[in-house]
């Protein structure tokens, strides 16, 4: 057997995983339980994906061997504040830490992502609904091509203009309110669409260069600010978004979806 499926076993209150032998096995699931020690891990040293999302994990220690083999690892949804000893897991590929650090007296700042940076061969990793502050940890990951940095208390995502195999980025529900140090990203264009930003009272800078400028004027439930210096393209654009006006005051046009653009340099 090389796939197994364990969850939904909250009932069994100390489950006990030791008398599984199964030297293939390469998958398991184990959602759903009640599981507050990562030393299940013993039990399965051949395993590359493993899935302990929506159970109790605190905290991680464990020895190096045991982390070595894992390439997807799902751990959304548990209590972890301090992941140091993920640096070990340096064959992931896959990681999902969503819906932890809960905010404790102990621990104001949310989960401690620190233990992040070893993980070079990271290309998929989702940071959502943390509650961080900053993400210092993140910048040496650079083979990542998704991440997943929503419902955080980011108010600086300029860490980022270092990933430059970053194709998705996620980062709506933060405290952004300047996209300026990631503007020069190679890959911005094809990301910017996904900086879905809640409205806010605050308003959205940065240099509109992309070349997807109507993907974002569609884009319903934002305030977006573009300092428009356009060279290139400037009547096609033009065009297009003089067609979306409802209204003008002070060289402001005001757009359904509450976008708002700044045209006085668009000659």
Not at 25 to 51: A, M, P, Q, T, Y
Not at 63 to 85: A, E, F, K, V
């Amino acid at each position: 057997m090389q796939d197994l499926n364990l969850s939904g076993n909250m009932h069994i209150i100390k489950p006990s995983y030791s008398s599984i032998i199964l030297p293939n096995l390469r998958k398991i699931n184990l959602r759903w339980n009640i599981i507050g020690d990562i030393s299940v891990i013993h039990s399965f040293s051949s395993v590359i994906e493993l899935n302990l999302s929506c159970n109790n994990l605190k905290q991680l220690l464990q020895p190096r061997s045991d982390l070595n083999n894992l390439i997807h690892l799902d751990l959304n949804g548990n209590g972890l504040q301090d992941i140091s000893t993920l640096r070990f897991a340096v064959s992931l590929q896959y990681l999902d830490l969503s819906r932890n650090g809960k905010t404790t007296p102990m621990n104001i700042n949310g989960l401690n992502i620190d233990g992040l940076q070893n993980l070079t061969k990271l290309i998929t990793l989702n940071l959502s609904s943390n509650k961080l502050k900053q993400i210092l940890a993140v910048f040496k990951l650079r083979s990542l091509k998704e991440l997943n940095l929503s419902e955080n208390e980011l108010t600086d995502i300029s860490p980022l203009k270092q990933l430059t195999n970053l194709s998705s980025l996620k980062v709506q529900g933060n405290k952004i309110t300047d996209l300026s140090a990631i503007e020069n990203h190679p890959n911005f264009d094809k990301y910017l669409t996904s900086l879905q930003q809640k409205p806010s009272p605050k308003l959205l800078k940065f240099s509109a260069k992309m070349k997807n400028l109507h993907q974002i004027l569609e884009q319903q439930h934002q305030t977006v600010i573009l300092n428009q210096s356009f060279k290139q393209n400037v009547e096609k654009q033009k065009e297009r978004v003089q067609k979306l006006v409802s209204s003008s005051i002070n060289n402001q046009v005001w757009f359904t979806g509450k976008i708002i653009i700044l045209l006085k340099n668009f000659e």
